[in-house]
């Protein structure tokens, strides 16, 4: 089955920093893949829509400066979290879904983001 | 506004019993409605999914059955295994889209 590959899983790091997620498509090609962002016992959030060679579309409330989305390729979207802060620490997932109507997403294993 | 709600923040069950998850949701123009399994710090997997023009799918252990009068779905497990714990999450998107709308989960839990 389709298999999404997203690193790091866990990641620490310094107010002010910025932290880059990757996210892969292993065995398909997806023009768009998604980033989801989840808080403590709350739903999946969809924070943006990553588009391949194309600019991303982010939801509404989430800051596109501070969320860097780049999609270089059909198999790779990144997500740069620029100037972490404390309140950014959560945990942030990508999904892709191949290109066919109504086929599931299929969605990374998530990363950890914890800024100290 | 939530448009897809999970009332039941978790459920326990017994080994061999039936699960029943259930899901409500708002906005009558989704079309396509999924569940998806989470462990602790993992990415959710896709389980199960089913379209408007269907009142029930059936893969193996799991069922999902649409009302839609009742804006309503619900995801049977049966036999209910140990190994079934996790969060379940319900999902929907409109015109079978790529923006899935979740809900905010429901945790199982099943008893061996």
């Known amino acids: 089955g389709a298999v999404v590959s997203q690193h790091p899983s866990r990641v620490i790091c310094k107010s002010g920093t910025s932290v880059k997620i990757e996210c892969r498509s292993l065995d398909f090609q997806a023009t768009t893949m998604f980033w989801y962002r989840q808080f403590p016992k709350q739903s999946l959030m969809l924070m943006a829509t990553s588009n391949e060679g194309s600019k991303a579309t982010y939801e509404q409330g989430v800051e596109k400066d501070k969320f860097l989305i780049n999609h270089a390729s059909l198999t790779l979207s990144t997500l740069t979290v620029t100037s972490a802060h404390p309140e950014d620490s959560s945990f942030y997932i990508c999904?892709?879904?191949?290109?066919?109507?109504?086929?599931?997403?299929?969605f990374g294993n998530g990363t950890r983001l914890t800024v100290t | 506004d939530q448009q897809v709600k999970q009332n039941s923040p978790s459920l326990s069950v017994q080994e061999g019993r039936i699960s029943i998850l259930n899901c409500d949701y708002t906005?009558?123009?989704?079309?396509?409605f999924l569940w998806y399994k989470k462990y602790p710090a993992e990415g959710p997997t896709f389980l199960i999914s089913i379209s408007s023009i269907k009142d029930k799918n059936e893969d193996g252990r799991f069922t999902v059955f649409l009302n839609k009068s009742a804006k309503h779905l619900s995801l049977h497990i049966v036999p209910s295994q140990p190994g079934d714990s996790a969060v379940y999450f319900c999902?929907?998107?409109?015109?079978?889209?790529?923006?899935?709308?979740f809900g905010a989960g429901t945790i199982l839990r099943v008893k061996s």
């Open positions: 906005n009558s123009m989704f079309d396509y």
């Open positions: 999904s892709a879904r191949e290109d066919a109507r109504n086929s599931p997403l299929h």
């Open positions: 999902a929907a998107s409109v015109n079978g889209g790529n923006k899935l709308v």
